[in-house]
């Protein structure tokens, strides 16, 4: 499960019940020798645990593998991970120059893998403005920049054989299996780069006006136009899909500044035709998932695959 780097508001429900997210000190010997054999000993002031209370009733409570440390050179965060995230971490974004969380290493206790990354406190990016996107088009366009045409193919051949399947389940859809094959086959020469994988607003922070990017855990080298479609597909005036505002003026801002940044890129027309298709594969995903109750994804899948086929 998923975890904001920032912690909602509380709600009060009519039985008096809190509703949100909450640090508690309940924090495991276990837990504090993690901390301390990737940040090193006496470095630790003190931890506290996320847990969320997330309906009116005592039972609807959770607690997640993320804790909040506090240490004499500032907040951390210690959460399981995968091997992927770490790895991109380690391999891709240990870099000052990038606006990620930094990293302080990981600790593999059995079949669990924990990393350390610095606390980074602000808003997600849910109320767009003008300046936002253009942050984030600057913070996204220069980890693009430094591995385009990334040879490492282990993220894109696990990405490949996804899309492949999701085509085998909307291929029945006349108008939309069409389009979907022409988005299936550009991916295989499609430029790559280093990509977030859920390159969505609320995993941005905007920190004192640098919008950092989190959770790489489906990052790698895939085609440079999924994170830049991802971020504006979800996105509407109404707040249609997800709670997240971007007008259609922003969403041309955040893409022409994208493409204005990048050193190595194919022509304006082909851009665009690629942030198309792109756009295409995140409704599908979910029609495939069965998360579009209203159809919503459907509408717009099947008028964004007739510009694409005609």
């Known amino acids: 499960m998923r975890v904001p780097a920032f912690f909602y508001k509380k709600l009060l429900w009519g039985n008096g019940m809190e509703v949100g997210q909450f640090e508690i000190d309940e924090v495991s010997e ?66 000052e120059s990038f606006n990620v969380p930094k ?10 893998l924990w990393i ?11 109320d767009m403005t003008d300046d936002l996107v253009i942050k984030a088009a600057e913070s996204i366009a220069a980890i693009q920049n430094a591995y385009w045409d ?31 094959k022409v988005f299936l ?5 499609c430029p790559r780069t280093m990509s977030n994988g859920d390159f969505m607003e609320f995993n941005t922070l905007n920190h004192e006006g640098t919008v950092y990017i989190i959770d790489w855990g489906f990052g790698g080298i895939m085609p440079y136009s999924l994170d830049i479609a991802r971020f504006i597909a979800h996105a509407t005036e109404n707040r249609a899909t997800f709670p997240f505002y971007m007008n259609d003026n922003q969403k041309k801002i955040f893409v022409d500044r994208v493409y204005e940044l990048l050193r190595k890129k194919p022509d304006y027309e082909q851009y665009l035709y690629d942030i198309k ?3 295409l594969n995140e409704y599908v ?26």
């Open 185 to 189: 086959d550009r991916q295989l020469e």
């Open 285 to 310: 995903e979910f029609i495939e998932a069965d998360e579009d109750d209203d159809h919503w994804y459907l509408e717009h899948a099947r008028a964004l695959a007739k510009e694409i086929v005609e």
């Open 150 to 180: 990334g040879g490492d193919t282990e993220r894109f051949d696990t990405y490949i054989q996804r899309i492949q399947k999701r085509y085998s389940f909307i291929k029945s859809n006349d108008v939309i299996g069409k389009a979907y």
């Open 277 to 279: 298709l792109a756009i």
């Open 103 to 112: 990293y302080y290493g990981r600790y593999v206790d059995g079949k669990n």
């Open 116 to 126: 350390i990354l610095e606390s980074i406190e602000g808003d997600d990016l849910r």
């Open 30 to 95: 276990k837990i504090q020798s993690i901390a301390e054999n990737i940040l090193g000993s006496g470095i630790v002031e003190s931890m506290s645990g996320i847990c969320e209370q997330y309906g009116p009733n005592e039972d609807e409570f959770r607690k997640y593998d993320v804790y909040k440390i506090k240490t004499k050179n500032g907040k951390r965060i210690m959460k399981k991970a995968s091997e992927r995230e770490a790895s991109n971490y380690e391999k891709y974004l240990n870099s």
